[in-house]
């Protein structure tokens, strides 16, 4: 199975996007700023990340 990690600061956005995703056999992570999001993919390997580049603090540019 397939992991994906979901990073943005918008909870509605990330809840959307689990849906969409698990209901398409993906696994998901979700992470919602930059540092949760380095902290996921330390804990676990994922297959692909979807990353807002517009969050607080920590964006997905850096």
Known sequence: MNTILICDDDRDIVSALDIYLTSEG????????????????????????????????LDGIR
């Open 26 to 57: 993906y696994e998901t992570v979700k992470a919602y700023d930059g540092l949760e999001c380095l902290e996921a993919v330390k804990r676990q390997p994922v297959d692909l990340i979807l990353l807002d580049v517009m969050m607080p603090g």
